[in-house]
């Protein structure tokens, strides 16, 4: 994909175009959404579907996420320079390595996985896509080292990556137990979550872990996260998982959601204090001392 043009013309030309036109009639092939249009769209389709992000319906919830929205998303993110950026940044990290196995949970159209095939062309990338479409099979057919999989492999993959899931999914603790499980001792998990109501797919009750959730993945045989790689959160795996382990991390979810409110009133004290040091010049000398 290399711009909008195209992609618009792929959403005329597709047989979902029916279900999307309504949604997407103050765009054409020469006006292009902003990412902040996409979420409106996808709101959209949650409330003509009677969706609601706080009573979890799994049937209902399998119905949106297989929605011809879900293309236009995927289409919009091949065309949208920041979400591609994200993307090669996380694919930089394979840049010269050989011969890797690679899980893509969650993968899509396989765009990461594209990305990352071109800076690791010997390694296999596995998307695990429960519902791939039509087109994620066409996006990745030129591609010999990229396969959309329906099942998981245990203790098989050197390297398992995941954007933008587990905000979705009605328990993000036990995908990650799953993850260990994929995983090779030695392997890396690298992992990027928006935790916030940017969208309404994005369920409540977990936006306690955008403060505690890369404190909460050590406590599954991770190492602590491994600062200043690329973009997303690079964890590795040192030992597989127990029951104990899991238990664990479901009573530090118990206490992230104790301490959510505080969180987020700390969050709101530290833009303020930002925004005086800016007024005052004071933000950049503050910022080089706290580095030290």
Known sequence: MRNWKEAYKLLQNSPEWNKLEKYIKDFDENKSPKVEN?????????????????DYNLEKV???YSHPVWFLNGLFIETDRESMRHRKSIAEYFKGKKRLKI??????FGTLAKEIVKQSPSSQVDIFEPLASEYAYKNTNNFKNIRIVDYLREKYYDVLVNTDVLEHVEDPISLISIYNNCLKEGGLLISHWNFTPCIKCHLPKHFHFRYTFDK???????????KNIKHG???????NITKQDLNNAYRKEKISKLFYPLNKIIEEVKKIVVIILKKIRMYDLVKRV???
Not at 103 to 108: A, F, K, R, V, W
Not at 233 to 239: C, E, Q, V
């Open 38 to 54: 996409i979420w409106k769209i996808m709101n959209e389709v949650w409330d003509d579907m009677g969706l609601n992000n706080k």
């Open 216 to 226: 909460i993945i050590p406590l599954f045989g991770f190492s602590k996260e491994i």
């Open 62 to 64: 399998s119905e949106y």
């Open 103 to 108: 899980l893509d949970y969650g993968g899509g």
């Open 290 to 292: 706290t580095r030290r």
């Open 233 to 239: 959160y690079f964890f590795k795996k040192f030992k």
